[in-house]
């Protein structure tokens, strides 16, 4: 509940397990040393340790610990001869550290790689090399305001409509395909693309209800044509690791859409289909 989450920074770092003991003892000195908690989780019989500090990336002076806390980190992991990226990719999130981790002549080759396959600097830039500064072009704006919506349902436990929305951390479990097993998400299973997953309702939900100064907030004809697609089957809220509850949040925006637009006859056929 809240702005604070717990955020992806340092959650893919690896050690030899020899060092581990040291190295967390020196990680939890980071965090202590900023006053910051921490999400713990691993594979700890290989090294790999899986760490979210706590962070609310609204605030201003979170955004610069943010990047702190991956510089430190950095340092920290090359003191153990680790990796910032044992498990998953480097990217916008760790790039800029990579020069920390194999030092500047091997990223000066890395660059010589990328100009010389790829001159036009066109296959997936700014992912390895050149990387942007990594706590730009974040999610939020620094010293955005959550507005507070007024809604019909009650989403006072997670602090609004827009937090309920802000929840989806985009790590993407909606995609997955029927041969996972499962129910979330049938629309996506149905048509593979990213328009018809349980994240981009979130998404777009989190960007459209976070503007300012809207008087019907509720009113986007093309935030209703994304959440037409949902089935309102709630295997979101039971599955998503964040337990995104998107048919609640549904039916809260179709409530006020039809109360401006009224109810398309479809929806009243279906509605009323025992009748007829």
């Not at 097993?181 to 299973?189: L, R």
């Not at 048509?191 to 989190?206: F, G, K, P």
């Not at 998503?240 to 859409?257: G, N, R, T, W």
Request: hydrophobic share 35%; net charge neutral.
């Amino acid at each position: 509940k809240g702005d604070a989450k717990p955020v992806s920074l340092i959650e893919d770092t690896a050690v030899n397990v020899n060092m581990l003991p040291d190295y967390m003892d020196e990680l939890k000195g980071i965090l202590d040393k900023h006053k910051k908690e921490c999400v713990y989780y691993a594979h700890i019989g290989s090294g790999e340790i899986h760490l979210r500090p706590i962070l609310n990336l609204k605030d201003p002076d979170d955004v610069k610990l943010f990047r702190t806390l991956g510089l430190e980190v950095a340092t920290l992991v090359k003191k153990y001869h680790g990796s910032m990226s044992g498990e998953h990719g480097d990217g916008r999130l760790r790039g800029e550290f990579i020069p920390i981790i194999l030092g500047n002549r091997n990223y000066e080759l890395l660059k010589e790689v990328k100009k010389s396959w790829d001159p036009l600097n066109i296959l997936n830039p700014g992912k390895i090399v050149d990387t942007p500064i990594m706590n730009t072009s974040l999610r939020y704006t620094s010293g955005q305001v959550t507005p507070d919506i007024k809604t019909i349902f009650d989403f006072s436990d997670v602090g609004g409509i827009v937090r309920a929305a802000e929840k989806c951390n985009g790590s993407g479990d909606c995609r997955k395909t029927e041969k996972a097993g499962g129910t979330m998400c049938p629309s996506y299973m149905a048509t593979r693309d990213e328009y018809a997953s349980t994240r981009a309702r979130a998404n777009l939900l989190r960007e459209l209800l976070s503007l300012q100064g809207q008087e019907k907030p509720f009113n986007s004809r093309e935030l209703y044509e994304i959440l037409d697609l949902c089935l309102s089957c709630k295997g979101c809220k039971s599955e998503c690791p964040s337990s995104v509850d998107i048919a609640k949040m549904k039916a809260e925006f179709l409530q006020h859409y039809y109360d401006d637009h009224g109810i398309p006859i479809r929806t009243r056929v279906i509605a009323n289909i025992s009748k007829i």
